[in-house]
């Protein structure tokens, strides 16, 4: 694997996790890459940490690490998709087939990217030059334990991880295969082709500050023709919920907000009346938890006022579809 590729890491008080990424991605046996970390104004001692281990290792160097500190918050899909156009002006992306995301509290086995990388490749089997996106198989920081390899979403867009739970020993295997197709692949451990990211207008920054982007973008891609599809013998582990506590109040509002975004841009007025909304109430019915009634009441009230806006965006991506379809 030559393929020279992008490493974008987006931070946000990150400083308890950002030093064992860097060093994962330091010790990997995979070397064709450029990082770039853009720091989102955070509060603790993130940028600090990371200054230090940059200059604590030989691995990074000016060649091929880049940190960016910005002094307001632009979420996850506006720090990538700056990013990417930054080496668009500067006429540097096209020296990078890949793109590769990776959250903050991830750590990765030796062999990840380059395996995660090795999905592209035609002679992989399960894999090949028609996937668009890819990711991998992603444990529980401290323990052996599958949190996540691959999503699937319900008919109302609630997302859930595939596996998750299940003890981990060694290379996993779905079905018999190590290579399969879920709905759509997490932000936290993801490659793309950096082209085809470029093509589709990268992410939708109407998503901010975090959650749906990412699959919005591999519903996309789907929808063009493209595959996404989730290596298992890509490994890494995943603190989660390291930026926003997981069911927290702030959790449930970004979450349902962006949940909702994302069911009227992929789907049409009929789908939504025939099949969003009669499993949005089951769903309320029988699964809401009383600790989610603010944030929904919010994510409704905010998509009401947006529908239109969004639909709008629905008829752009049509027009994006047209142009990164698989030929």
């Known amino acids: 694997m030559n393929e020279r590729s992008l490493i974008i890491i987006v931070t946000h008080n990150s400083s308890d996790f950002i030093g064992g990424c860097l060093e994962s991605i330091a010790g990997q046996t995979y070397k064709a890459w450029r990082l770039i970390v853009v720091d989102n104004n955070s509060a603790d001692g993130t940028v600090k940490r990371i200054r230090e281990l940059r200059n604590q290792t030989t691995e990074f160097d000016r060649q091929n690490f880049r940190l960016i500190c910005w002094k307001r918050n632009k979420g996850f899909s506006g720090a990538v998709n700056h990013t990417v156009s930054h080496l668009n002006k500067e006429g540097t992306a096209g020296d990078y087939k890949y793109l590769i995301l990776l959250n903050p509290d991830v750590s990765l086995f ?6 995660l990388l090795a999905t592209f490749d035609p002679a992989e089997p ?23 390899m691959g999503g699937s979403i319900t008919p109302n ?16 295997a779905v079905k018999g295969k190590t290579i ?41 891609l789907k929808e063009a023709g493209w595959r996404v599809v989730s ?18 109040s702030r959790f449930y509002r970004n979450y349902h907000k962006n949940r909702l975004r994302c069911a009227v841009i992929n789907m049409d007025i009929p789908q939504l009346v025939k099949i ?21 009441l919010y994510a ?8 239109v806006f969004n639909l709008a965006v629905r008829l752009k991506n049509h027009f994006i579809l047209n142009r990164i379809e698989l030929k």
């Not at 090949?128 to 996540?148: F, N, R, T, W």
């Not at 582990?237 to 390291?242: E, M, W």
């Open 110 to 115: 030796p062999d990840a990217l380059e395996r």
């Open 126 to 148: 399960g894999g090949g030059p028609h996937v668009g996106a890819a990711g991998g198989l992603i444990l529980e920081y401290e323990k052996d334990i599958i949190q996540h």
């Open 157 to 172: 867009f609630i997302t859930f991880h595939q596996g998750a739970g299940k003890e981990y020993r060694g290379p996993a």
């Open 180 to 220: 399969w197709e879920p709905d759509y692949v997490t932000g936290a451990f993801f490659a793309t082709p950096l082209g085809l990211f470029r093509d589709s207008g990268g992410f939708d920054r109407g998503y901010r500050p975090v959650y749906f982007e990412e699959l919005d973008y591999c519903l996309k």
């Open 231 to 248: 290596n298992t013998r890509a490994v890494c582990r995943h603190f989660q919920g390291a930026s926003i506590k997981r069911f927290s």
């Open 276 to 296: 969003f909304i009669p499993a949005e109430i089951r769903w309320l019915r029988k699964d809401a938890t009383r600790d989610q009634a603010a944030p929904l």
């Open 300 to 307: 409704y009230l905010l998509n009401i006022i947006f529908f």
